[in-house]
């Protein structure tokens, strides 16, 4: 949902300004517009691919990812002790990431996996 917050709500010229004051640190401007739809786009179909249970594995890094550029955004602006933002997402995250895929009986990528079985020759 913050992934679809961003383009719905705030649309790409609000979350310009947002990230307007991540372009008067250090950072070059192509290095913060990128990070701005790296984070944006990632959260969205990351999200999405979380719900519905498609690469599993691959939306949670990217995600990962996410936390990690957001975590060290918000150190450059405000003073790192402050993870608010961060720290219950990045619980949530890692303890998703470390429970065994088999738990998880909604994911499509099972029925992906049942057809493939046979064509895969370990």
């Known amino acids: 949902m913050q992934g679809w917050g961003k383009i719905m709500k705030f ?19 192509f290095l913060v517009d990128f990070t701005m739809y790296f984070t944006t786009y ?3 179909i990351g999200g999405f691919l ?7 594995n691959a939306a949670y890094y990217v995600l990962a990812a996410i936390l990690l550029l957001v975590s060290f ?3 450059l602006t405000n ?16 303890t998703c990431l470390v429970l065994p895929a088999t738990w998880d009986q909604w994911q499509v990528d099972r ?10 020759c370990i």
């Open 11 to 29: 649309g790409f010229e609000d979350l310009g300004k947002m990230f307007a004051t991540y372009k008067e640190t250090f950072l070059p401007s």
């Open 50 to 56: 979380l719900v519905i249970g498609l690469f599993r």
């Open 42 to 44: 990632g959260e969205l």
């Open 73 to 75: 955004g918000h150190g």
């Open 79 to 94: 003073p790192i002790w402050d993870l608010q933002h961060v720290i219950f997402r990045a619980i949530l995250l890692g």
């Open 111 to 120: 029925f992906f996996r049942k057809k493939l079985r046979p064509f895969i």
